[in-house]
């Protein structure tokens, strides 16, 4: 699972792509694929398609590593936003016609409210994440989440809370600005 980098780090590693080193691009792919490979599969439902979305993500930093801008955000964010770009971009060229892309906007909604529960999840501390994991796919009730985690019943409780107000924010963002004019 791929977790933030510091600041450093991802100067340096734009710096080292800059330079045409083959190996940052391998040590930048074997972080960050499952996470651009993870959103292309999550906006497309096709492995075929969210493979050659992940390559075009990796090939573009390859090529041209001064698109990142590590003053704007860190690494881990740009990657995300590309490969959900491309995928996106992806997916409209596939729905040709008004009602294909009305049906591809709608699955492009619900892909990125998606991609942006699973950016939040990966994202958010440990102690916030253990407490969801269990709640969620193991059905503890606060009490037992409590008990799991050798914490009171009080700070499971604001864990738990904490962490659905983070996931709520995902279906409350709007990506698109609405458009004015014709």
Do not use: K, N
């Not at 090939?59 to 704007?72: A, H």
């Amino acid at each position: 699972m791929a977790h933030e980098t510091p600041p450093y780090w991802d100067r340096g590693m734009r710096q080292r792509l800059q330079l045409g080193e083959a190996a940052a691009l391998g040590e930048l792919y074997d972080r960050f694929a499952p996470l651009a490979f993870g959103i292309a599969l999550r906006a497309l439902a096709d492995e075929d398609d969210a493979r050659r979305v992940t390559r075009a993500v990796f090939r573009r930093i390859w090529e041209s590593p001064l698109d990142f801008d590590p003053d704007r955000g860190p690494m881990r964010s740009w990657i995300a936003a590309e490969a959900h770009r491309l995928a996106v971009d992806l997916l409209r060229s596939r729905d040709g016609g008004p009602e294909g892309a009305a049906r591809s906007d709608e699955h492009v909604r619900a892909a990125s409210t998606a991609a942006r529960a699973d950016y939040i999840v990966t994202a958010m501390p440990a102690p916030l994440r253990d407490a969801l994991e269990l709640a969620r796919f193991q059905r503890h009730d606060y009490r037992r989440t409590a008990e799991r985690l050798g914490i009171t019943e009080a700070e499971a409780r604001g864990r738990l809370r904490l962490g659905l107000q983070l996931l709520s924010s995902a279906a409350a963002y709007r990506a698109d600005p609405p458009r004015e004019g014709p």
